[in-house]
């Protein structure tokens, strides 16, 4: 049966080859074939030749390893010959190209397994090259197209853009006589607090150790860094403060939640999940939005309950709280899963050396969650930085690198300076990425060993559990106000004027808003599954298995998280507009992009799940005959489910509540329900706006709900075993 | 059994997510790029329909985000008709070709001195005046009189009391611009932007916004076009228009075929329709509350009225030409909006 495999792989290639149109929209079949391009074309004829040497290898009587080496060349060759004749024909590719790209790829790649230049066998070598194709055309050539735009103009090579958007005052503002005061000075008392801080324990007598004074460099340099940021202005400036102080907020409360979610002993903690969830499912302009009536000028808290007169809200400090408000909530998921498996094993076995609660902290829990909160962080500063709705509704018109990336091609209309705007952002993720891999290093945080483990959690001290279920009672009595909000603007005349009851709004849907709705719904839906299984797959590929490139797909996957959804939605218009990858009016362009966007998330999902599992499980299942698909689905799927349905959900959510990438590409008949929203909030038809988002927001509830149930059922078996 | 039950699930969402929609025949089809109100897109949606069986898509773009799509759609484009919107983008649009442009039947029946202003670029679709929608209440609490003028804008008593949106993204903020640089000359007026700009408590993207702002009393005075505010008033926002007295502007809403239509023969007929009197009626019902192009289309009384204001003689050629906004715009988003408020 597996030794078939290259068999069935060139016979579905063939068999696409000859009776599938090559191309869409050319009439005439069977002319229309690859096979009768064959009569015109000698790549084609390279192509058939190809398939036809896989069928001979998959059948015939051959040394393993010899025949491998050929099935590479051969799949190799064959699928460059079919990307290339997609490419040079510039007809849209159809069905025949599609396959039969798609089974001469599989055919190098199980024969990559076979000659053994690529370990773990045919099934590994195939999904590397399937995940690097994919990854190639729907996240790194869109890119790839927009930062040509951003260093060609009219097809010649120049600096001119970079140099003047770096140095545009919007983009970063050091020196103007309306400061308030000079960044220089404030940098300088940064590195001279971070100098006093850094040197405290050198005063206090003890003997300077080389981490001493590595932390003490650190420590003078970001004081100088955060001191040059607080006096300065501009994009560059506004955006990084606000990820790094909404990253902070934002993973402390998720690390809070996580511990209540695991170990509080009272009632409040049944509301953690569905609470903490609401955001999430909400497009993030619509809580911007309700922010507003709440805490404007004439909020409902703020004018009407505290009878202030203030527009302090619109501003940075708005965009924060709001952003708080919606990224905890990923903070928290990735989260929970880490404090929920930490091994109270370990936490026992400490107590019992007589570790005090602040050694037990500092070596023990402090060590296992650091991967989860620097996950956590990461997520949250990509989030906030590349976030654009919070910043343009409340921001005050204040200056954020993602509000310049979209004010840049859907105003200046120039896609140079907009592909700056997005090279700095890539840099600034980049960075953090790298700081991440930095401080987590290659220590190993296994938890899930598959030996018995018979420690139960310790419930958290009844001060620090009732503290922490304080914050959370706020977080959550902030977040049903802004729904109680948003779920009544659809219920009356206008929202925050003419507060009398009418149904007009639900009835205007039915034959706008309902059929948009349900369409959206589809589309997510067609693209989180194999977004999540693509994910999933990524993250085993690049934790599991060594091979060249390794680093570079998890990267390029993880750009497509990265890159600001409004820079993907113009890639893919530049990428995808014209010639063999004709995509656009499509809905397959709108799941595409759903897709590629939702699975990074999958990815690190399925990262830090399988980086708790010990690999002598896998070991073991090889050890017992067991190939690769065997072992995935049988031992480290059936583990990391939970975080696989994580993925998937994420996926779907993401997909129904984006908008800044989507805008670019929703096509008459295929319009999406968030873009629909945003248009009808911005010629104020709040009601109407309100009434869809509400039923948005119910409708992705009761798809949240029962499957975290279903996720939550089946716990990590180790923690189900000792936690109960 | 839950897998069992999982799976069946995920079997019938499959199903559902994977059954093929009915794509529609390319013939008897016509795909809008509509930038106005949606409830006019909708409306023009549904009786272009039943007048004529073409099957009729939009997707609504406001008129910054509708040029750069079309533009990226150069070499493919979806859409047919570019309807609505800022005149301002249609004529950049227009001379860099990716419009064409053609006198359609009802050419003759048009307002003469819209189709004088703009003849060769594109097709007027209405017009409407340009200024303040005011929140008398808010005013009133704050002891502030009514601003009567741009000048009076910048008057710091009006610190964070100004919403107007950001020329970057919007026509209307760019006509705010050209008209108070048309009324003081450059250097002059971009001073007074700069006082404005210390007044302002948000910018937002897109033109409709500020009036919505005002009259929610968010701000007591929004940048805005005419049409906006009467429709919130009309919609119970306490909210009304203010010309401006040194010199009140105006735009001419527009109407352009896409070059290298799709479906050309149904956007040709599609644009003819729009111009009858009795389409065009559905704007003032739907939002856009203006003088519509043909003069055979009676105007509605809450309109405010062009001949009580003081327009300036705006300068549509100047101002549409690509280069003199880029500059403009340019120099606005260098000079004034990064200094800190």
Known sequence: ?724 | MVTRLGASALLIVGLWAGWPTSPAAAQGRVNLLCSPDPAWCEAVKRDFNKATGIQTEFVRLSSGAALARIRAEKANPTFDVWFGGSGDSHWVAQAEGLLEFLRPKAWGELRPNLTRAVDGHYIPLYTGLHGFGVNDKLLQEKQLPVPATWKELGDPKYKGLIAMPNPNTSGTGYVMMTTIVQIYGEEPGFELLKAIHKNVAQYTRSGGDPSLLAGRGEVAVGVSFANDVVERARKAFPIRFVAPKDGTGYEIGALSLVKGAPNRANALRLIDWALEPESQKLGPQNGEVSVQSNARTPVAPDVPRFEDAKLVDYDFGKYGTPAVRDALIKRWTEQIFPIPR
Request: glycine share 14%; proline share 5%; with cysteine.
């Open chain 1, 1 to 724: 049966m597996r030794h078939a495999a290259p068999a069935w792989w060139a016979g579905l290639g063939l068999a696409a080859f000859a009776l599938a149109p090559w191309a869409r929209g050319v009439s005439g079949w069977p002319g229309s074939t690859g096979l009768a391009l064959a009569g015109r074309t000698w790549a084609a004829v390279g192509i058939g030749l190809a398939l036809l040497a896989g069928l001979g290898l998959g059948l015939g009587p051959w040394g393993r390893v010899q025949a491998g080496r050929i099935l590479v060349a051969a799949g190799g060759v064959g699928s460059a010959l079919a990307l290339g004749l997609v490419f040079a024909r510039g007809e849209p590719f159809g069905a025949g190209a599609l396959l039969s790209t798609l089974s001469l790829l599989t055919l190098a790649g199980l024969g990559l397994g076979q000659a053994g230049l690529v370990r773990g066998g045919g099934f590994v070598g195939a999904a590397i090259l399937g995940a690097s194709l994919l990854v190639g055309l729907f996240v790194v050539y869109p890119l790839a197209a927009v930062l040509h735009a951003s260093v060609a103009v009219g097809g010649r090579l120049t600096t001119g853009p970079l140099v003047k958007t770096v140095t545009s005052p919007v983009f970063l503002l050091l020196a103007h006589e309306a400061l308030p005061v000079a960044p220089g000075v404030v940098a300088l008392a940064g590195a001279v607090l971070g100098l006093a801080l850094g040197s405290a324990p050198v005063l206090a007598g003890r003997r300077p150790t080389g981490a001493a004074i590595r932390r003490l460099v650190l420590l003078v340099g970001g004081g100088a860094l955060v001191g040059l940021l607080l006096g300065a202005r501009g994009a560059l400036r506004n955006s990084l403060l606000l990820a790094g102080a909404v990253g902070v907020a934002s993973t402390a409360l998720g690390l809070a939640f996580a511990l209540l979610d695991a170990r509080s002993r009272l009632p409040t903690r049944r509301w953690l999940a569905p609470l903490s969830a609401l955001p999430i499912i909400t497009p993030a302009f619509v809580l911007g939005l309700a922010f507003i009536y709440l805490f404007g000028r004439r909020g409902s808290v703020t004018h009407g309950l505290l009878g202030l007169d203030t527009g302090a809200f619109f501003g940075p400090l708005g965009v924060a709280v709001a952003q708080v408000m919606a990224f905890t909530p990923i903070a928290f998921l990735v989260l929970a899963g880490v404090v929920r498996s930490l091994d109270a094993a370990l936490e026992e076995a400490a107590q019992t050396l007589r570790a005090t609660p602040g050694a037990l902290l500092r070596t023990v829990t402090w060590p296992l969650l650091r991967p989860g909160l620097a996950n956590a962080l990461l997520l949250v500063m990509i989030e906030s930085l590349a976030d654009f709705g919070n910043p343009l509704l409340l921001g005050g018109g204040v200056p954020f690198l993602s509000t310049e990336v979209f004010l840049a091609i859907e105003g200046r209309f120039d896609p140079h300076e907009a592909a700056v705007y997005g090279l700095v952002l890539l840099t600034l993720v980049l960075a953090l990425f790298l700081l991440q891999r930095r401080w987590l290093g290659d220590v190993s945080f296994v938890t899930i060993t598959g030996r018995p483990s018979g420690g139960r959690p310790v419930p958290l001290p009844r001060a620090l559990d009732a503290g922490l279920t304080g914050l959370f009672v706020v977080y959550a009595a902030l977040a049903m106000l802004l729904y109680g909000s948003l779920f009544l603007g659809g219920f009356v005349r206008v929202w925050g004027i003419d507060h009398r009851f009418t149904l007009d709004h639900y009835r205007g849907l039915a034959t706008a808003g309902l059929p948009v709705l349900l369409e959206t719904a589809r589309l997510a839906a067609v693209a989180a599954i194999p977004a999540a299984l693509l994910g999933f797959l990524i993250a085993y590929l690049t934790t599991r298995h060594r091979f060249a490139g390794r680093t570079a797909l998890e990267f390029s996957a993880l750009l497509s998280y990265a890159a600001p959804g409004t820079v993907m939605g113009i890639g893919y218009i530049l990428a995808f507009n014209q010639g063999g990858l004709r995509l656009t009016g499509t809905a397959a362009i709108l799941v595409l992009a759903f897709m590629f966007r939702g699975m990074p998330v999958g990815i690190r999902s399925g990262m830090a799940a399988l980086a708790q599992i010990d690999r002598t499980l896998e070991e073991a299942s090889s050890l017992l005959r067991a190939d690769v698909p065997a072992t995935l689905r049988r031992v480290l799927v059936p583990l990391v489910l939970p975080a696989l349905v994580t993925g998937l959900l994420y996926c779907f959510i993401r997909a129904m509540t984006g908008v800044s990438q989507v805008i670019f590409l929703v096509s008459p008949g295929h319009d999406l329900a968030t873009v629909l929203i945003l248009s009808w909030a911005e010629y104020g038809h709040l009601g109407r706006g309100a009434a869809l988002a509400s039923l948005l927001v119910l409708f992705l509830a009761a798809v949240l709900l029962p499957a975290e149930r279903l996720g939550r059922r089946r716990r990590l078996p180790s923690v189900a075993a000792g936690g109960g």
